[in-house]
């Protein structure tokens, strides 16, 4: 297995699944070549993997809820545990999130930021398994996310303020309007391309390490460079959660 191979390479092997690979690659395929980028190489491989993470969030979120149906459910569970730590990331979340948006807002937007915070957190991690596909070190998923969070804070910000909402784009006095314009729109596309590459590039460098000293001696070398990959994990996480409660809280607070 090479430094780009995964496991789920493997499935390549199994009967209609070089068909199905040819067949979606028709639909999703880059035709146009890019300059900043390579030629396109459509794999199926980084879709498993997301798929992947995806249902274990799922599977996770329904864990959790049909415990809260239990007579006990409302206790802190007695050991530490899938449930404990889910319990643990989503009272992380809601706390930074009320230091930065009030109870109020952090509430009302804990499905988004705690959705994103599960997603990526997950990704993340495998980053710290050898032959895993990691979705966070490609660009398209980050770029997803991260037009998600662009589109949806305007959106909640028109929600909250109205039409009015868009006047922050011109500055605190009307004569200010052709310099601040161009200021603020190009700061607000700035934010999806870093929010993207810095994620991005932060994987991808960490996937890199452990994949490198696993390579180099696979026992006991590579342990403090994992504790330092799960650092990078959280703390990729925390930083886009964060400037996506930053993001919000500037788009939907009220001027007075």
Known sequence: MGEHGTWSDLLYSLPGMRNLHDYAGQYLTRRMKISPFDETHFTLTHVIWTLLVVLLVFWGCLAFRRSLGKKDGILPARSFGFRAFLEMLADATFGVMVGIMGEKNARRYLPLVGGLALFILFSNLLALIPGAGVPTTTLKTNLGLACIVFLLTHVYGVRENGLAYFKHFLGPVLW???????????????????????????????????????????????????????????????????????YIALATAHDH
Do not use: Y
């Not at 810095?198 to 490198?212: E, P, Q, S």
């Open 176 to 246: 200010l309007a052709p310099l601040m314009l161009p200021i603020e729109l190009i700061s607000h596309l700035a934010r999806p391309v870093s929010l993207s590459l810095r994620l991005m590039g932060n994987m991808v460098a960490d996937h890199k390490v452990v994949f490198t000293f696993f390579t180099l001696f696979p026992l006991i070398l590579p342990v403090p460079f994992l504790f330092l990959g799960l650092l990078v994990c959280f703390v990729q996480t925390f930083v886009f959660c964060v400037l996506t409660m930053i």
